[in-house]
């Protein structure tokens, strides 16, 4: 996929309760620099966009990652997103010349939002260490999320597990763009909210846990192996949640 792919995800920003600490962060443990642009960091690697941060703009918002999709017409995915049971939080807009956003939230609750490029397309760089390399809807109704996303974006899915939970993967002509993940009873509590996770590639799973635990953050899921290689759920200073992984996207 190409960062203005159409349905895939394009960009991941944050959203934070204090963006220099956050700067400080995610620059030490990933290696990324840092543009800033009046209120807004876009984070690089290698001079390429990875990843962005903000401040938070509504009393009581928590902080936290947002998944874009991208997209070639913000304005028709509002109105499928409303046709569909979702909602529109951020009606589309334009971004001075760099494209056009809208913020929404899925009928599950999960917020997402899209992106269509103008002068700024997205991520220039994606599954390698430090760079974004999956993102994952994580839901309370499976069969809801998958008949919302096709209608929005015409997903395709494959079904799949992870460790024997079940797992679906979606697709955009038939190649993978992001996962698809059942809340399930047992495993998550009720007072988490459906939410997309993000993913970012890391060379060593552990040795990142322990650079984000010295840097002030927090390790939520501890390293793990999956069939799809090792991965850990961490957390910001602010308690922003992500996760690393490394292995096979």
Known sequence: MTPSTPGAPSWVDLGTSHLADAELFYTSLFGWSAEVAGDYVTFTLNGLPVAGAGPLYG??????????????DADGVAARVA?????VLVPPFDVQDQGRMSAFLDPGGAPFSV????????AEVFDVPGALTWNELNTRDLEGSMAFYHAVFGWQFRNSSM???????????ETPVCGIQPMLADLWPDDVSPHWMVYF???DVDDSAGHALALGGAV???????????????ADPQGGLFSVLAGAR
């Open 220 to 234: 939520v899921q501890p390293p793990t192996t999956l069939p799809i290689g090792r991965y850990a759920v961490l």
């Open 163 to 173: 460790s024997g939970v079940p797992y679906v993967v979606a697709k955009v002509h």
């Open 201 to 203: 590639s890391v060379h």
């Open 83 to 87: 046709a569909n049971g979702g909602k």
């Open 115 to 122: 992106w269509e490029p103008g002068t700024m397309r997205g």
């Open 59 to 72: 009393a009581g918002q928590p902080t936290a990652w947002s998944t874009y999709i991208g997209t070639n």
